[in-house]
């Protein structure tokens, strides 16, 4: 499993662990009752099957012992906030994870509790008799909803960080509709059946008799349980509140005054960011990275108060020496300030919410193909403006169909040359369809080069630099007036890699990084080491006379086509 799924504190893990235990637990609860839809011997054979784990002594103590250790880390994380502004997929999975036990302790009450302790026989049919026909089928159908979807919230928040998951969610999503409504199908259809038996008299008696149905008295010491149990329970969640409300009154106590230059003053807790504050106090403060040291975008200049501020960590001292910040810079995400400051934000929203957050900038690695006409200017030179338009026109008719065709996209065109990204699904399909760009192009030259020929003009030659590495993508521009566009240094190195094309006299140059990253190898012979003007490093990349030919030079076995 990623490593990245279990990172964070051994609570984090603890929380995981047990979610993880509850969400099969609810699953397979949620499919047993589903097999009612098609037979009642079905049912109750795969309940006989659960319960061989979850009645064993071993299953039963991990199971009660994950419910209560994940509600009582909920209540426990819900206490340290601080704040209750939170995204709405939290609120919604915080507020779904507080209904639950409302219903959920009626339920286990009157059915694992009932066995234990007056020997009912808590069977599918007996769970469902006790329901029909009244308003308690609705609230078990209800809670089975809550359980189900607050799991999904969960189980989606964990598992986003895999690559693989992406991919998955428009299938699992078909899973995650399917689940209760299978659910709810068996329960109306067994419903209807086992309702209709229980009319009978005599077969009522023989239901009585086999469930060990218990006797008024008996639901009304059930009765109390539950009352006492959800006592319990609110008597936790105003414990909860209380910690929530004494821990923010003694922080306000301990609270730092910020005073924002051409801006408001607000008083926020102490050991939050200055970028925290700025978000808990709705106080427009730029972060184009989220906060975490990746950017400098919410930096500012401490007015007043810098004495008291911790010295810069290596994060922010990296990224400040990276825009060559002055003395006073700070970055808003790493600053905790614990005295009175005066701080002027370098980069001030200016209200407009005519910009997407995808439009500030969003990080990925793919590849990108700088391409250049060799001779240009000496091939035009004396030709009349129109004929140089019309030449131009047919070159890039010929060989951006290449590139389309394989998911990528012109980003920008420069005069005879264009600067291409390959913006798919992942890193290695982008290099795949590079690679491929690479030789259509390479092909296609060839094609337009014989109708050249025949023409009576001359051919075209081309470089080409191949590249992948990390980019941000957003928009650059004034608002309402900007394209999409690309920067990062993997553009720098690939038009250096291009323009090392025309003193190696070849058309193509692909780096060692696109191979790598599409799985393909070629012989390590075949690879040179560049020094671009720019990059620190040298940069190994493998030289291609004719783009063509881009197959030949890489292993049978490790085509991309």
Known sequence: MDNTLWRGGWLSRLRI??????????????????????????????????????????????????????????????????????????ALQVGLGLLIPLILIGHLVQTRYAHEVYGVNDEMGYIIILMWP????????????????????????????????????????????????????????????????FADPDLREQYIEH??????????????????????????????????IGRKLWRR?????????????????????????????????????????????????????AEGLHPPNDIETRSLKAVGAP??????????????????????????????????????????????????????????????VFLLNRFFDTIVPAITAQG????????????????TKDTASSARAGLRAAAEIGRALERFNQQLEAEGSPPIRIGIGLHLGDLVLGEIGAAKHAPRTIIGDAVNVASRLEGETKALGVELLVSADVLAAADLHCDPGNLRDFQLRGVAKPVPALPVTHASELERQIEPQEQFA
């Open 134 to 197: 009244n308003t308690a089928i609705w609230m078990q159908s209800l809670l089975m909803l809550l359980v189900w979807v607050h799991g999904c919230i969960g189980l989606h928040m964990w598992l986003r960080l895999t690559p693989w998951w992406r991919k998955a969610v428009p299938y699992l999503i078909g899973v995650a509709v399917f689940v209760p409504g299978f659910a709810l199908s068996g329960v109306l259809t067994e419903g209807r059946r086992i309702w209709s038996d």
């Open 211 to 244: 469930y060990n149905w218990p006797s008024p008295e008996t639901f009304q010491a059930l009765f109390d349980v539950k009352d006492y149990t959800l006592m319990v329970f609110w008597a936790a969640l105003a414990l909860t509140a209380m910690t929530y």
């Open 253 to 305: 106590r301990h609270s730092v005054r910020v005073r924002y230059v051409n801006g408001p003053e607000v008083v926020s807790e102490k050991g939050m960011t200055l970028l925290e504050m700025s978000n808990a106090n709705g106080i427009p403060h730029t972060a184009l990275c989220g906060g975490k040291g990746r950017c400098t975008t919410c930096r500012v200049f401490v007015e007043e108060g």
């Open 327 to 388: 003395e006073g810079m700070r970055l808003g995400c790493q600053i905790r300030p614990t005295n009175p400051v005066t701080v002027f934000r370098v980069f001030q929203p200016d209200g407009s919410r005519d910009r997407a957050h995808a439009s500030q900038g969003q990080e990925r690695q793919l590849a990108v193909l700088f391409l250049d006409m060799r001779g240009f200017t000496a091939r035009t030179a004396g030709q009349l403006p129109y004929d140089i």
């Open 17 to 90: 662990a047990s979610g993880l235990v509850l969400f099969a637990f609810a699953f397979f609860h949620f499919f047993n009752l589903g097999l009612g839809l098609f037979h009642t011997e079905l049912l109750h054979d795969m309940q006989d099957g659960r319960q061989v784990v979850s009645r064993h002594g071993i299953g039963s103590a991990l199971l009660y012992a994950a419910l209560l250790v994940h509600a009582g880390l909920a209540l426990i994380s819900i206490a340290q906030r601080r704040t209750l502004r939170m995204p709405f997929s939290t």
């Open 408 to 423: 990528g996209v012109v980003d920008k065109y420069m005069g005879d040359g264009l600067l291409a990204m390959f913006e």
